[in-house]
């Protein structure tokens, strides 16, 4: 496509529910980052895909949170047993490294989660 | 660990005039890239400017530019003729390299006014 796409925009979940959020990179992009924004906050890194290679987790608050990213292409992250605390603006964003006009990522308009 | 710090939580300035947001970094990294992004109430990031850490030549796009010292580790971006569009947050941000995760501030909110 000819942004990144995320899904969906806007998400309410019960507390202790699972949710999985949607990131549809640039086509051809290799790499595949999110990011997590708290309200009036920066953006906190959370996970980055680089192609074939093993993910980055480092920046994952808990094990209630895991991303997947399959054939390269579409990402999710999987939030089990939501608090309260995860409630935020979560970024996806792609890029396609040395080969990108900018050298820097194209973002999604992101999906705010807000766990009630 | 790296670290990127933005000192104003605000700032204003009328339309038509300059205002310059600061951001200084702290890294032991020699090859690394810095980024100024804008993040209207839309929440879509959108990048204003980059600055490869190697060129000593300061990045200009526009009316975005910025003012790069390496061996202080600032990196503040001047907008000149402000318009109401360039109201929105403001992030700094860092990568080491070509790929791997950028490490943002905190932002800086820019009101301008008519």
């Known amino acids: 496509g000819a942004g990144v796409s995320q899904s969906p925009s806007n998400k309410v979940t019960e507390k202790g529910k699972d949710v999985e959020l949607r990131c549809d990179p640039i086509s051809g992009h290799t790499a595949l980052y999110w990011y997590r924004q708290s309200l009036g906050q920066g953006l906190e890194f959370l996970i980055y895909?680089?192609?074939?290679?093993?993910?980055?987790k480092s920046g994952l608050p808990s094990d209630r949170f895991s991303a997947e990213r399959t054939g390269g292409s579409v990402s999710t992250l999987t939030i089990q047993r939501t608090q309260q605390e995860d409630s935020a603006v979560y970024l996806c964003a792609s890029s396609g490294g040395a080969a990108t006009v900018n050298y820097g990522y194209t973002f999604g308009s992101g999906t705010r989660l807000t766990v009630v | 660990a790296q670290t990127v710090t933005q000192s104003q939580p605000e700032m204003s300035v009328q339309e038509a005039e300059t205002v310059t947001l600061s951001c200084t970094y702290d890294?032991?990294?020699?090859?690394?890239?810095l980024f100024w992004y804008k993040q209207p109430p839309s929440r879509q990031m959108i990048l204003v400017i980059r600055q490869e850490a190697y060129k000593q030549q300061n990045a200009t796009e526009n009316r975005f530019s910025v003012n790069f010292q390496k061996a202080a580790k600032s990196f503040s971006l001047k907008i000149s003729d402000s318009q109401l569009g360039d109201a929105a947050m403001y992030f700094c941000?860092?990568?080491?390299?070509?790929?791997?995760?950028?490490?943002f501030g905190q932002g800086t909110i820019l009101t301008v006014h008519p």
């Open positions: 941000a860092y990568r080491v390299g070509s790929y791997g995760k950028l490490t």
């Open positions: 890294t032991s990294e020699s090859d690394y890239y």
């Open positions: 895909f680089q192609g074939n290679s093993a993910p980055d």
